[in-house]
């Protein structure tokens, strides 16, 4: 069977569908890029925001439209939230809630009749096609969320926190290794509650993943500031960590997180990142922001727009506050006009570029490990020339131009950085 798989939202829904692709092919299955040529198509829907529940209905009525032979799978927040809903859309065959994402293949495959044996054996360490010409891939290492702020309606959808086994994480990671991944993503829900119920932690699931493995590099997804205990960073000193973090802050005002129930005050939250960025050279945190939280005064923002400018941010994802039914935070007095939160989301990008174009600045003239991506078509140059693309260590985007027969492609190469780019948002490198 021909098996096309789609993601919208978080890393997450990328990692389950990197799951799932193994999966389907240990059975004899064949992952395909084109959902045209499928069998059957797997969506996972998104529902952090009112805009991606909107995403995902759309995509459903394109995959059902442009193939309306296959069978059409839809899991993910969406289709847990609204499942009726979902499970009566027109080209809708199969719909699994996200308590039940981890049996998805085996779902798909009783339910169609798919469950084959492969034409040719296959070991376990067989490379996925999902992730061919992949340099990093994403690990889920848990599921679900313990808290809940009243803007989230991910808690609702994903349930009570459920961990992997730190020695299948470890397996899974050395298996990546062995088919050339070279950076993996860890990530979940609540990334930084893994382990509270299997006695384990995230402190010691990186430990492991440090000593047992041999992954070059090793990120994370969005951790809650709150979760990391005062021995955390010496993880550092291991440079296969990388010196990056998101730490989703939300609301530079007290106030305001205490509407949102988070569990962190904005003095708890700037020594966090000073005490981080004591101990690990050039350490980039990163973060999210609503803005226009119900209620959220003048004043309030005044406090927000002072808190990140001194904290200093690498990059910022900025939200306008929309509500999302069966969260508190939609029942909240005073909202915010749609004129204002267009005025202060203005305001904050302006900011938060500025304070992008000053940490690029800081990294120019230093040397680092990158590493690079495929390039696309449209990259190449001319005949003799070439555009790559990567990461540094510390999450800052880099561009180079080599000559058509250097092949940069999944390796870590010591790179100078030599400049700003005309985008922005890039550093240009010299490879060594």
Known sequence: MNIHLKALGCRLNEAELEQWSRDFIMNG?????????????????????????KKSRKLMNRLHRENPQSKLVVSGCYATLEESDVANRLGVDLVVNNQDKEKLPSRVMQEFSANTMPLVAMEPEESSLFLRGKQRAFIKIQDGCRYRCTFCIVTVARGEERSRLLTDIVDEVNLLYQQG????????VHV??????????LYQLVNALLVETDMPRIR?????????????????????????????????????????????????????INQARDVIPNFNVTTDIIVGFPGETDAEWQQTMEAIEAIGFGHIHIFSYSPREGTKASRLANPVGSEIKKSRSLELHDLADKLKQAMLQQQLNQTVEVLWESPKA???????????????????????????????????????LMGLSDNKGFLTGKVS
């Not at 930084?192 to 932690?201: F, L, M, Q, V």
């Not at 979760?227 to 989703?248: A, K, Y």
């Not at 005949?383 to 260590?393: A, D, F, S």
């Open 220 to 272: 994370f997804a969005s951790v809650e500031p709150w979760d990391l205990p005062e021995v955390f960073f010496g993880l550092f000193e291991n440079s296969r960590l990388m010196p990056h973090m998101h730490l989703p802050l939300q609301s530079g005002a007290d106030s305001v997180l205490r509407r949102m129930s988070r569990r962190c005050k904005i003095a708890d939250f700037s020594s966090l």
């Open 181 to 188: 991944i070279q950076e993996v993503v860890l990530t979940g």
């Open 378 to 416: 449209s990259d190449l140059v001319n005949k003799q020339g070439v555009r790559y693309e990567g990461y540094t260590p510390n999450f800052c985007r880099v561009e180079t131009y080599v000559e058509n027969t250097v092949l940069l492609e999944s390796r870590i190469k010591s790179t100078t």
């Open 192 to 201: 930084g509650g893994y382990g509270s119920d299997i006695e384990s932690s």
């Open 29 to 53: 299955h064949h992952i395909v890029k084109d959902a045209r040529e499928a069998d059957i198509v797997v969506l996972n829907t998104c529902a952090v925001t009112t805009e991606a529940t």
